[in-house]
């Protein structure tokens, strides 16, 4: 079964409300197409962006980068490495969403700056990193697995810049049709500390949106 969301939620009282999270999450779609001639302003592309730092992760490692291409020849050898999807060319500002591998490794210096920057006592803090030494003990060997787990931390960032622009009326659409070495190579990556995760491209639609299909709240959702 499929369906079209209400635009309109209930409060306690009774009371027909839509906020802005609501009308943020109607407003955001795939965007296949946008508007070449439209280029987000420097403060808003700083406010998506932002609320990607914001996001959280496992251990508080923000286990990412964002490269911010807007150069339109780089946009245009990258197009051919992502299955020559014309979002890469027509948007205004292409974030590549970095997975952090070597920063995250339990010995690295960075991890003992992420757990000293809350304050804690030095007891406190050998304690988490020995957690954490732990909780990473049958992955750190193996960078593969390293990156794996650290991408799936970005897809937290990347969620919350889609919506953040679309609190906005940015559009974005994820892209994860990519060559990813050769997508590597061209920018640049060492791959002994990063590896590409995902594109996101931001920009302006062209088209007008296509209806939300989605599955039944009763088909997706199960109390127990």
Same mark, same amino acid.
């Given at each position: ?7 309109? !939620? ?19 779609? *795939? ?15 700083? !406010? ?40 890469? &060319? ?8 970095? *997975? ?24 406190? &803090? ?24 650290? *991408?799936?931390? &970005?897809?937290? *960032?990347?969620?919350?810049?889609? &919506? ?29 500390? !990063? ?8 920009? !302006? ?20």
């Amino acid at each position: 079964m499929v369906q079209k969301h209400s635009k309109r !939620y209930t409060t306690h009282k009774g009371v027909k409300m839509q906020n802005d999270f609501t009308k943020a999450m109607e407003f955001r779609h *795939a965007c296949k197409v946008f508007d070449d001639s439209k280029k987000i302003s420097d403060e808003d592309i700083r !406010y998506i962006l932002d609320m990607g730092i914001l996001s959280p992760s496992s251990f508080g490692m923000e286990p990412w980068k964002f490269l911010v291409i807007t150069n339109q020849e780089l946009k245009e050898s990258l197009k051919p490495l992502c299955w020559n999807q014309v979002q890469i &060319t027509s948007c205004s500002h292409l974030v590549v969403i970095l *997975a952090k591998i070597e920063d995250i490794k339990p010995n690295s210096p960075e991890v003992a700056k992420k757990f000293q920057r809350r304050g804690l006592s030095d007891e406190m &803090t050998q304690a988490y990193i020995q957690k954490y030494t732990e909780f990473l003990s049958p992955i750190v060997d193996d960078d593969s697995k390293l990156f794996a787990w650290s *991408a799936k931390q &970005t897809y937290i *960032a990347l969620n919350n810049m889609m &919506t953040a622009g679309a609190t906005i009326g940015i559009d974005s659409c994820p892209i994860e049709g990519f060559e990813q070495e050769n997508v590597e190579k061209l920018l640049d990556i060492d791959t002994t500390k !990063y590896r590409v995760s995902v594109l996101l491209p931001f920009g !302006y639609r062209l088209n007008p949106q296509p209806k939300h299909l989605r599955d039944s709240f009763e088909d997706v959702v199960e109390f127990i």
